[in-house]
Structures are given as structure tokens and as C-alpha cells.
């Protein structure tokens, strides 16, 4: 009778330890990343694969790009490379195009060129000029006080274009919105189709 206890007792011994070690899928990758330090005021080219990002302000001075994929295979694929020059800044992205996404973080006080193939583009407050196209999906900018901006250039060949930030707002095809003001910044955006839209947050 103690035989056959001691037997049943290892038997759910190694089924539980069978059962804490089983495959349960594959492990996620630890999110990709990529750092350099950026001085404050300076401008920063980003050539972007297809894919989302979010930018926004960073809370020291560095580019920092963090990026995600839902499917750990391609997680290898992804990179960004930063590269500093004469006080300019590059970050160039590559990787799978479905289910990718990217944070940027940036010195607060950037000047910003964006080009982006294709995807959903995020820009948190930026206190710089804005040089913004982008191929195809939607691109949301916080723009903070119209009063910073000297002028205003929004464009979109297919979507919506909305500006309420600067009182305007328009929708179809080839629509374009222009504002002048007393400030110092420059935007200039465009989207090929999808919406453009320059948010307020003050």
C-alpha cells in the first residue's frame, strides 16, 4: 500500500512539473531599441519604413527609438539606425510592415523632417519647425498655441484635412489649409491619402 502511494504521489509530482514547463507559445522579444545623445535646438531627418510611430518629447537630451512587432519572428527585422553629423541628426527604421510600431523620443526643442512610407503617424508637442509628408495613413499633430507659428502649410491629395487649432477644416480631394501668424515655428504637412489633422493642447 506504501509502494503504490509513494508511486501516485511522484506521478503527479512530474505532471505538475510537466505542466510548469510546457510550451505555452513563443516567448515575446524584448522590445528593440536604439539610443544617442541630441543636443536641444537641433534638426533631426527621420526616413521612415512603413509602419505606426508615435514622436514625442523626450524628458533629456536623446533620441531614444523603442519598437514592438505582434509577431516575435520579425522582431529581428527591425533596427533604426541614428547617426549625427555637423550637429544633424538622421534616424533611419527598417523592418516588417504589419504590426510594427515605433516610439521616437526627442529633445523637446527639435526641428523635425519626416518622411514616411506608409502607416498612422503620432506627434506629441514638439517646439520647433515641422516638415511632415507621409504616403499613405493617418497623421495626428499637436501643434500647443497657434501663436507660436510664424506658417502653416496642410495638404492632403485624399482625406481630410483639420486644422481646428488654426479655425479650419476641409474634406475631399487636393484640400489644403494655409495660416499666418506671429509666431516663429513653421509646419508644413502633407499626406497623400489618409487625414491630416493639427490638434490643439493648450
Same mark, same amino acid.
Given at each position: 500500500?506504501? +509502494?503504490?502511494?509513494?508511486? %501516485?504521489?511522484?506521478?503527479?509530482? %512530474? ?8 510550451? =505555452? ?7 528593440? *531599441? $536604439?539610443?544617442?545623445?541630441?543636443? *536641444? ?6 526616413? %521612415?519604413?512603413?509602419? &505606426? ?19 516575435? &519572428? ?10 549625427? +553629423? =555637423?550637429?544633424? $541628426? ?47 495613413? &493617418? /497623421? ?20 481630410? /484635412?483639420? $486644422? ?5 477644416? +476641409? ?8 495660416? *499666418? ?7 508644413? $504637412? ?6 491630416? =489633422?493639427?490638434? *490643439?493642447?493648450?
Amino acid at each position: 500500500m506504501r +509502494k503504490a502511494f509513494l508511486g %501516485l504521489t511522484l506521478c503527479v509530482m %512530474l505532471s505538475c512539473v510537466a505542466v510548469c514547463f510546457a510550451d =505555452n507559445g513563443p516567448t515575446p522579444s524584448p522590445p528593440f *531599441s $536604439a539610443i544617442r545623445q541630441f543636443t *536641444s535646438g537641433g534638426t533631426i531627418h527621420m526616413d %521612415l519604413s512603413a509602419g &505606426d510611430y508615435s514622436i514625442r518629447a523626450a524628458n533629456d537630451e536623446q533620441i531614444r527609438v523603442t519598437g514592438t512587432c505582434r509577431d516575435p &519572428d520579425e522582431q529581428a527585422r527591425m533596427r533604426a539606425d541614428i547617426t549625427i +553629423k =555637423n550637429g544633424v $541628426a538622421t534616424v533611419v527604421t527598417g523592418g516588417p510592415h504589419n504590426n510594427s510600431h515605433f516610439t521616437i523620443e526627442v529633445p523637446r526643442r527639435s526641428n523635425l523632417v519626416i518622411r514616411l512610407s506608409a502607416g498612422d503617424l503620432q506627434i506629441g508637442k514638439i517646439e520647433g519647425d515641422l516638415d511632415i509628408s507621409s504616403h499613405a495613413g &493617418d /497623421v495626428n499633430i499637436e501643434v500647443g498655441r497657434p501663436s507660436d507659428y510664424r506658417s502653416v502649410n496642410a495638404s492632403v491629395y485624399a482625406g481630410d /484635412v483639420n $486644422a481646428p487649432a488654426f479655425g479650419d477644416g +476641409k474634406s475631399g480631394l487636393f484640400r489644403s489649409i494655409r495660416w *499666418s501668424g506671429p509666431g516663429t515655428h513653421k509646419i508644413y $504637412a502633407h499626406v497623400g491619402a489618409g487625414d491630416l =489633422n493639427l490638434l *490643439s493642447t493648450d
